[in-house]
């Protein structure tokens, strides 16, 4: 099974700042990696896929990149709804898709 | 409107049975992967399950293997996930979400998820 290791486990920020959030699999996934928002009592949202695309209505401050088995989101500019739990989440191989264990972006 | 309800959680002693469906609307079901994704209170994402789009093919994560079997019916655009021998560490709220058959790994939408409580 693959795993994703996500770093920092939390990140404070002050609003309107930046922020890198990184993701690391064991094992090559391609580009096959998503990202997501979850915000607490909500279901997790959609940001990324192949590693660098933006889902629909995704705003542009979010990029993703990275390849292999090094991931980034970056936010830019963070806004007050942009603090959250994001969480990466291959798919490389359809057996043993897996979740990373999410980066908490708190108010600094 | 896109639309995923979850229903069948609830509370069930170590060992019990419970069978989870998700009730899909808004989308053309039998296009779309299905997976069911739980998450432990206070925890992070876990895949236990997904289907293909006519429910031929099925993956399990290996803590579940054997014990949950998720299917399908897409004429009544439901999705189920039956879950035996149940344990303490089953807790949590089972979400399902779908993904398109072009990107099946890439879940785009999600339901609100169902609750299950495993203790005694």
Known sequence: EIVMTQSPATLSVSP?????????ASQSVSSNLAWYQQKPGQTPRLLIYGASTRATGIPARFSGSGSGTEFTLTISSLQSEDFA????????????????QGTKVEVK | EVQLVESGGGLVQPGGSLRLSCAA?????????MHW???APGKGLV??????????STSYADSVRGRFTISRDNAKNTLYLQM???????????YCARAPEVSPGVIDYWGQGTLVTVSS
Do not use: K, M, P
């Not at chain 1, 739990?85 to 990373?100: D, S």
């Not at chain 2, 895949?47 to 006519?54: L, Y």
């Not at chain 2, 035996?84 to 089972?94: C, F, G, I, K, Q």
């Open chain 1, 16 to 24: 309107g700042e930046s922020a890198t959030l990184s993701c690391r």
């Open chain 1, 85 to 100: 739990v994001y969480y990466c989440h291959h798919y490389n191989n359809w057996l043993t898709w897996t979740f990373g």
């Open chain 2, 25 to 33: 609307s808004g989308f053309t079901f039998s296009s779309y992967w």
């Open chain 2, 37 to 39: 994704v739980r998450q």
């Open chain 2, 47 to 56: 895949c236990v399950s997904r289907i293909n789009s006519d429910g031929s």
């Open chain 2, 84 to 94: 035996n021998s149940l344990r303490a560490e089953d807790t949590a709220l089972y």
